[in-house]
């Protein structure tokens, strides 16, 4: 095949959230709005519950069905940087790393999805517990939330940025992976901020807070944003800047919905 222009190739492992504002959606749409090639093999198919709360039904993709888009995609194309997102399962987390470890990846930015809003804390602990052991190792770049920062660490509270950057460092020390802990709202004062550790250099990003509530979606794209831009050639510091930035421009312009919490919107 002719081929004139090679865009960045970015692959996202990550579950379908059927509305659209989270998961592989999220990452396709901040893949195409960062220019680099949206690629995806799906590992589950999440579909929240109007009737019972807007809890989330969850349905696993055939392991040998995640290795048949794996095998597909890493034939097809070298890729530049591979995000991984809700995996849900051990047996998907042993096909996903088992794929894994037969590439060698230039960026493996993991976005350890240990719950989705309105999931029970601990709902899986087999399933944490796996992805530790067998994706974690394999991460370049991680992106834990408020609550897999203090699972990841170790650490019973997280309430300040003090305690945030205690945990980005204690994480980086134990996986070597650059780390962008993510306090969002979550930790009081006027600013969502999210603390960068790679061993060396230590950045306390802070935007100021949209509103008090986390968005659906925030997440999984400012991983997405982070997987883009190091594919494109950015330092991890850099990623870290312009994912950020990205998504409080996604906030700022989110989608209400029905749902109790809005979208964040990809432009
Ligand atoms: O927010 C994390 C997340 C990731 N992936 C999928 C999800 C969610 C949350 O709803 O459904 C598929």
New binding site residues.
Partial sequence: MSNTSRPPFTLSI????ATG????QADLKTFQALGTYGIVALT???S?DPKAGWG?RFVPIEPQVIADQLEAEFACYDMDAVKI??LGTPATIETVAGALREQTLPHLVL?P?LI???QEPGAALDTDNALKEQVLPLATFVTPNHFEAMSLSGMDAIEDVEALTEAAKRIYDACGATVLAKGGVRLAGDDAVDVFYDGTTLEILATPKIGEHAV??A??SLAAAVTAELAKGATPLEAARSAKAFVTEGIRNRVPSNAPFDALRQL
């Fill in positions: 990550a579950g379908s959230e504002g989270a998961g592989a589950c198919i999440v929240f989330h997102g809700m976005d999805v989705c809003k309105g659906s979606g997440g999984c």
